[in-house]
């Protein structure tokens, strides 16, 4: 299965709560925290959430 690697490039502060906790479940806390998870819906749907503060690249 794919992994996806998502990278935090902006501050929660300022975003709405849904925001700052699909960042949290995602396990990023500060920016340029980075992790890798594998490719399902719930984790592609927590991205969605934050699309504006992260970036995603996909791993093999």
Do not use: Y
């Amino acid at each position: 299965m794919a992994k996806l690697k998502v990278t935090q490039k902006k501050s929660e502060i300022g975003g709405k709560q849904n925001q700052r906790d699909s960042l949290r479940s995602l396990g990023l806390k500060r920016i340029n925290d980075v992790v890798v998870h594998e490719d399902r819906p719930e984790i592609r749907g927590m991205i969605n959430v934050v699309r504006h503060l992260v970036t995603v690249e996909e791993v093999d």
